[in-house]
């Protein structure tokens, strides 16, 4: 066998960031830190009775989810461009895009994954009924991948650019706004027992989209911020 | 010409050369340049005429609406501005396209001035759609599906343009906002399907039909005139625009040199 | 409309309808006049730096 | 910390965290399976790793095109200054190309443009007499370029970092990372994070990348940068042995290189 094949390497970027990801703890804790102090803002600021927070819980979760999945963005690209060894990554024989779709991958399980654990606690924290757990689940299980998969073609075009962080956040909330919709409308018919399948599905067919497309846009757009 | 049999057409090949002629020396700078320059006046007074006999039209003689009276007379330029700040932005996306495939530097340069006139398009259909809003719905600003699609449109028009001018090499920071444009031109059904979604969960379906159930001819005439206006505006203005950015863009060339100094 | 009072009163939304139309013709302005300062700008630029360094 | 055997059969379930000297690696046992490393955080010595290649074919016949890189009327222009007009350079195996020129004349660029990585402003780069967008893949099987940025990761270790690369390139494995390594004077440090390693020993491990496929066409840029005498001699031995036996080098550097029998072309660029 000459050597891996597209597979294996995809397999070795994955195993790679994981292990830069847990090497480098805060990376991954911050956001959490984030997704769980932007929740705890709100009671804060709106009042403790729990039927305002109860009404404002699936939106109040999710743009938090949002809003913290994006704060993670800047790992997948930004120290493999600052070293060089996003460059070896471009000139692999290997197909960009699956070496990307391996990237987002690493940044999801290590980033939207925790948010999905979280999200229940938090949910409940903002007395979410316990019948839309499952569903706030469910809806972050599916949108989580989604906004790195967006995020990526984002931070692929922002990676040249110094203090990218801003305008990373101006281009890509744009696009994050109907999973947003979706997800917390999800959440939000499951706490009133209307039937959810609805806004799933429509956030299944945007993750079917993402999954296929952002990796090949994002792997032209990193061709194009590195020349 | 070759004999037509019928259902088959041909197209004489001198037609498609020339065609073809025209769009290869329309890339080159020079020839653009020199070809806006003389387009640009009788755009420009195009512009004016449509745009006097649209506002003649649409304030003075079209009829008062039965439901809303004088007020709905701001949809002579909400309606066109909106059509206009997605056509603006499909174009873009377009051109960007050329410009990324086929490495065309005019694409580039038209892309990168589309931006800024789609943007206030955008701003203006805003601005206006609030302002109609408040006669009708009693509040300046209100969730409706098509004015958040719009407030949408128009972030993905500052993201645009904040892009393009984040990045400093001109050649990349093009390629780099063409495919933003084109995720963009993706997302915005998806985003506005969301939003029409999501609005009629929350709110139901809100019945406005433009002045009655059908808009009557000396209404409609002024629409059409005016929504002219604004796409014969905005390309003299993209023209103008272009020209100047073809100047800085071939500053090095002997002919921009010549040009700048012999006026 | 019949008469000119008419036009300007606009049957109690005048205040909508011109702030409307002054905001349409403040941004259609924005977008002629600020090309043209820009192109003179950048022709100016131009004709100093080709002065400066004729090839 | 028991060394980790690869194909030992277990009969329990369960995930075995191991904690080995560099690293942790999680294990996911299943009985009557062999245990599939889940989350491999470090590498203790597998078996993989003593892949010795016992015949060295002729570098040059590797690429399955006739290995020729040559570059037509080439132009880059960087925010407005022309850095270079109308280049041609041409390489065949065995040859070795020195870019020369002073500071800001658009060597590194020249390279990115060789490299595919950026788009020239005009002219064409041809491999194997074929414009390089058409052959973009068999292109990349045949370079190994290590940049300005020598693109080693400070958390890994040299090992990890050059077993990555060689996941990563694919192709036929030459070296196995820990003789690469000794090769270039690295003995001792394999397990050691790079960021703790010094610059010039960075600059060696990226260098050992060179040793672990076999690639007839090598692009260095300034490689010779924080060397000190020996890494120098090192990279020198290392050029010679590639262009005696077919392979192909373009180098940018400022020190004057030593290279006994090889056609050494220069190119200069910039006033």
Redesign the interface.
């Known amino acids: 066998m000459?050597?891996?094949?597209p597979l294996?390497?995809a397999?070795?970027?994955l195993?790679?960031d994981?292990?830069?990801f847990?090497?480098?703890r805060s990376d991954i804790i911050n956001p959490l830190l984030f997704f769980i102090i932007v929740v705890t803002l709100v009671p804060l600021g709106v009042g403790p009775e729990e039927s305002t927070l109860r009404v404002m819980a699936p939106g109040v979760v999710w743009v938090a989810a949002l809003l913290a999945a994006m704060l993670s963005l800047e790992g997948i690209f930004r120290?493999d461009f600052?070293?060089?060894?996003?460059?070896?990554?471009?000139?692999?024989?290997?197909p960009l895009a699956l070496?990307v779709l391996a990237k987002v991958f690493a940044h999801w399980l290590v980033s939207g994954l925790p948010l999905v654990v979280l999200g229940p606690v938090l949910g409940a924290s903002l007395f979410l009924p316990d019948r839309a757990m499952g569903t706030l689940v469910l809806s972050l299980l599916l949108g989580t991948p989604i906004l790195s998969l967006?995020g990526a073609?984002g931070v692929a075009?922002?990676v040249?650019?110094q203090r990218?962080g801003v305008?990373l956040s101006?281009?890509v909330?744009?696009?994050y706004?109907?999973v947003l919709?979706?997800g917390a409308?999800a959440v939000s018919s499951a706490a009133a027992g209307l039937p959810v399948i609805g806004p799933l599905a429509?956030l299944g067919a945007?993750l079917a989209?993402a999954l296929t497309?952002a990796p090949l846009?994002a792997a032209?757009?990193l061709?194009?911020?590195?020349? | 010409m070759k004999r037509v049999q019928r259902g088959e057409v041909a197209i004489p090949t001198s037609i498609t050369r020339r065609l073809w002629a025209f769009f290869h020396r329309l890339a080159s700078p020079r020839y653009f340049y020199e070809l806006a320059g003389k387009l640009v006046p009788w755009l420009g007074w195009g512009t004016v005429l449509l745009l006097a006999a649209g506002l003649y039209g649409g304030l003075w003689f079209a009829p008062a609406d039965y439901q809303q009276g004088d007020a709905y007379r701001i949809i002579f330029i909400h309606v066109p501005a909106a059509w206009m700040s997605l056509f603006v932005y499909v174009l873009m996306a377009g051109a960007g396209f050329i410009g990324l495939v086929w490495r065309i530097k005019i694409a580039d340069v038209v892309a990168k001035t589309c931006a800024p006139i789609g943007a206030s398009f955008a701003f203006l259909t805003l601005c206006t759609g609030s302002l109609w809003g408040k006669p009708m719905w009693g509040t300046y600003w209100v969730w409706d599906a098509r004015l958040t699609s719009e407030l949408i449109l128009l972030f993905l028009y500052l993201g645009y343009i904040a892009l393009e001018s984040a990045i400093e090499d001109r050649r990349t920071a093009a390629r780099a906002s063409s495919v933003l444009a084109l995720v963009g031109v993706v997302n915005i059904p998806i985003i506005h399907y969301s939003v029409d979604w999501w609005h009629t969960l929350h709110q139901g379906p809100t019945v406005f039909k433009l002045g009655g159930p059908s808009i009557s001819l000396d209404m409609l005439v002024p629409l059409l005139l005016m929504t002219l206006a604004f796409k014969l505006f905005f390309f003299t203005m993209l023209l103008v625009r272009a020209r100047t950015e073809v100047l800085e863009r071939e500053a090095n060339s002997a002919w921009v040199r010549e040009t700048v100094t012999s006026q | 409309m019949t008469s000119f009072h008419e036009f300007i009163h606009m049957g109690g939304f005048a205040f909508y309808v011109w702030t409307s139309y002054a905001i349409f013709a403040l941004i259609f302005a924005w977008n002629v006049f600020q090309p043209l300062f820009h192109q003179r700008r950048v022709r100016e630029r131009l004709a100093r730096r080709s002065r400066g360094m004729p090839r | 910390m028991g060394r980790f055997r690869p194909g030992a059969e277990t009969d329990r379930f369960g995930i075995r965290i191991a904690a080995s000297g560099n690293g942790v690696h999680v294990t996911l046992c299943r009985p009557g399976r062999r245990p599939c490393i889940w989350l491999h955080l470090a590498t203790a010595g597998t078996v993989a790793d003593k892949a010795t290649v016992d015949d060295r074919p002729e570098i040059a016949a590797l690429a399955r095109r006739a290995p020729r890189l040559e570059a037509r009327a080439l132009e880059c222009v960087r925010n407005d200054r022309v850095l270079f007009h109308d280049l041609d350079a041409a390489l065949e195996p065995g040859q070795v190309l020195q870019v020369e020129g002073p500071n800001g004349c658009g060597k590194t660029s020249l390279l990115r443009i060789l490299c595919g990585l950026s788009l020239p402003g005009a002219g064409e780069v041809y491999w194997g007499d074929a414009p390089l967008p058409e052959v973009r893949a068999e292109y990349y099987e045949a370079l190994a370029y290590v940049g300005h940025r020598h693109g080693v990761k400070g958390e890994l270790t040299p090992i990890e970092n050059l077993r990555f690369h060689r996941a990563l390139a694919g192709g036929t494995p030459d070296r196995v990372p820990g003789d690469a390594l000794a090769h270039l004077g690295l003995e001792g440090f394999e397990d050691v994070p790079c960021r703790t390693l010094s610059e010039g020993q960075r600059r060696r491990v990226a260098l050992a990348r060179l040793l672990m496929t076999r690639r007839p066409l090598w692009i260095l840029d300034e490689p010779l940068t924080a060397l000190d005498r020996s890494g120098v001699a090192v990279v020198e031995g290392l050029i010679r042995d590639h262009a005696r036996s077919g392979g192909m080098v373009m180098i940018t550097t400022h020190q004057a290189i030593r290279l006994e029998g090889c056609v050494l072309g220069r190119l200069r660029l910039g006033g």
């Open positions: 000459s050597g891996t094949g294996g390497a397999g070795a970027v195993r790679r994981l292990t830069l847990f090497r480098h120290s600052d070293d060089g060894s996003l460059e070896q990554l471009v000139i692999s024989p290997q070496l967006i073609i075009l922002t040249g650019v990218g305008l101006l281009l909330l744009p696009l706004i109907p919709i979706f409308s429509l945007l989209l497309l846009g032209a757009a061709r194009i911020s590195l020349s």
